[in-house]
């Protein structure tokens, strides 16, 4: 298939720029994938379409602040700003960083962040542009990250420095965030509340945690016109014991799994085996889940409004067919639904 054929038109205006508050207060469109139909609905109202009988899987991963901002020495003298994501840790103190501007940093460049507080060398270049930063710090490193770092915001949120410390590192997160290690929240998780939880156990639906470090596997640009031959970096996920027997029972017991989000569906359905059977462990994984995959460990999936072309859209496009998807797309820009991180979601089952 060609990637041309996942595009659609979105107005600008409907990227959401802001969070809503109540989180719950959100938009949802729920899609029917046997009838191909869909309606109206709002997030708050989810608990009502649930039961005993289904099983919401949710991405525990918390975001960390791996926005680092600084400014290149040359001979001890502090020179240009510069910007460093930390994408992969190689070592305890080496990071694989997307940096800006990379052509100002070359092997060999010396760093400053948090005005003197964390220094760093360039180490490496790699092919794609990016770089090898090994830092001073080693037994402090995380702490002084968490420190002076920045949350990681999407580039199609624009926002002053001062107002994303202030919004976003509470709001980028969801309640339920513990392991950290994302650079992305999981934002199908973002809609949740402790009054929507609340509102679930009541009626008996059973909530598991699995944990999906989401990377910049998970953002990349689809750039080849055939789907078949693009290729999705490594991410970390992790499946304890005790949420694989669970998961494994409820699917015995024939009760429905929900993936909320798109990173909770690559991990349940890179550690199933071929009958469906989740494999506990802490893994890393590369599937792309595009249109021709058959999934085997989810029944229904939580997801917010994504990227035209994306890999992300292809997954949805899997789950339910193209068309229908685009078709659900097309109706939730008509009726001025919010779109992305911050935006409205879908409930596809």
């Not at 009988?53 to 991963?61: E, Y």
């Not at 542009?129 to 702490?143: E, V």
Request: hydrophobic share 40%; net charge negative; proline share 5%.
């Amino acid at each position: 298939m060609h990637i041309s054929e996942f595009d659609f038109e979105l107005p600008p205006e409907l990227i959401a720029q802001q969070p809503l508050e109540p989180r719950d207060q959100s938009r949802m469109l729920v899609v029917d994938r046997k009838v191909e139909s869909w309606r109206d609905s709002y997030f708050a109202e989810l608990p009502t379409m649930l039961s005993a009988n289904d099983v919401l899987v949710i991405n525990n991963t918390r975001v960390f602040p791996a926005r680092l901002l600084g400014h290149r020495v040359v001979n001890g003298e502090v020179g240009a700003k510069i910007e460093a994501l930390l994408v992969r840790r190689w070592t305890e103190n080496e990071w694989e960083v997307m940096a800006k501007p990379g052509r100002a940093l070359p092997v060999g460049a010396q760093l400053d962040f948090g005005g003197g507080k964390l220094q760093a060398e360039v180490i490496s270049i790699l092919a794609d542009g990016r770089r090898i930063l090994r830092f001073a710090a080693r037994d402090n490193l995380d702490q002084l990250i968490d420190e002076i770092g920045n949350t990681p915001l999407p580039p199609y949120i624009k926002r002053e420095y001062d107002e994303a410390v202030r919004l976003d590192e509470p709001r980028y997160q969801t309640i339920y965030a513990k392991e950290r290690g994302a650079i992305a929240a999981p934002t199908a998780g973002l809609h949740f509340t402790d009054h929507i939880f609340a509102e679930l156990k009541t009626r008996g639906v059973e909530i598991i945690e699995i944990t999906h470090h989401v990377g910049a596997g998970t953002f990349q640009p689809v750039r080849v016109e055939k789907i078949e031959d693009h290729h999705i970096e490594s991410e970390h996920y992790e499946i304890s014991d005790l949420a694989a027997t669970a998961i494994n029972e409820a699917r015995a017991a024939r009760k429905r799994i929900i993936a909320i989000g798109t990173t909770t569906t690559r991990a349940l359905e890179s550690a199933a085996d071929a009958s469906g059977v989740i494999q506990s462990g802490r893994q890393s994984t590369e599937l792309f889940i595009h249109p021709g995959y058959s999934f085997r460990a989810i029944d229904a999936l939580i997801t917010n409004f994504h990227l035209p072309q994306s890999s992300l859209l292809l997954l949805v496009s899997a789950f339910a067919e193209r068309g229908l998807v685009i078709n659900a797309y097309q109706h939730a820009v008509k009726q001025r639904y919010r779109f992305y991180s911050y935006g409205d979601c879908m409930f596809i089952y």
